[in-house]
């Protein structure tokens, strides 16, 4: 698989995952040191070549001048998810996503969800983008460190959390227990649905409680993304 884009190759680079690092000629002198100094380090070729090569290679200009080829994106289990949790000795934090299909709000939320603490993301099988070049790009490295799982059915899982002790939350713009409200100590699942539609019927009836973001503009929802961030900040906040 190529790979664009700075934080996700140096974090790959870092991982291992990296068979060739192909630079685009003109970067700048220290970001060109850098990956020389990483990719030393693991072992990896460096290739210096036109940025039109990169721009062919990547499909866009948006690679910020580097391309790597890397081993793909392997999706974790959600066991990794609760034993990540259970070797921290945290209480769990987990987001569950119904029907995240564009690449970038799935690469954001990983990436808010690996900053701000959670030991994992899940999606269904189904009803998901594919772990892509452009989700690992938007994540900015955090695939590296964050497992990310596929379940075949997201309400069965949601039961099972359930008889591990795991309370379950979903996002709703109409929900009238704003989240930052709520006590989210315990092990807690973030249920996040998708942009226009929210989550699927059956899946809000398996959530223990649904929460909002209160809203104050015209525009009365926030990107998926954006509201997961708000979520797992507000369950931070809390715990703290």
Not at 149 to 154: D, E, F, G, V
Not at 177 to 183: E, F, I, L, M
Request: charged share 25%; net charge negative.
């Amino acid at each position: 698989m190529l790979l664009y884009g700075r934080n996700p190759v140096m974090e790959a680079l870092r991982d291992g995952r990296v068979s060739e690092v192909l630079l685009a000629r003109g970067v700048e002198d220290a970001f060109a040191r850098e990956v020389k100094a990483a990719a030393d380090t693991a072992g990896v070729r460096v290739r210096f070549s036109a940025r039109i090569e990169l721009d062919q290679l990547a499909g866009t200009t948006a690679h910020q001048g580097i391309l790597a080829d890397v081993a793909d994106l392997a999706w974790a289990s959600v066991d990794d998810i609760l034993d990540r949790a259970e070797q921290r000795k945290e209480d769990l934090l987990i987001v569950l996503l119904d029907g995240i299909t564009d690449p970038r709000n799935f690469g954001a939320i990983i990436r808010s969800a690996e900053v701000l603490g959670a030991h994992g993301v899940v999606v269904e099988e189904r009803r998901s983008a594919p772990l892509s070049p452009v989700v690992a790009k938007t994540a900015a490295g955090a695939t590296s460190y964050l497992p990310v799982a596929q379940t075949k059915n997201l309400p069965r899982l949601i039961d099972q959390l359930k008889e591990h002790g795991v309370w379950v939350y979903g996002a709703a713009g109409e929900a009238a227990q704003p989240a930052h409200q709520v006590d989210f100590s315990g092990k807690v699942a973030l249920v996040i649905g998708a942009e226009g539609e929210g989550m699927r019927r059956l899946v809000r009836e398996k959530c223990d409680a649904l929460v909002s973001i209160p809203v104050r503009g015209q525009v009365q929802s926030l990107n998926a993304s954006v509201a997961a961030g708000i979520l797992l900040y507000e369950v931070t906040r809390s715990r703290s």
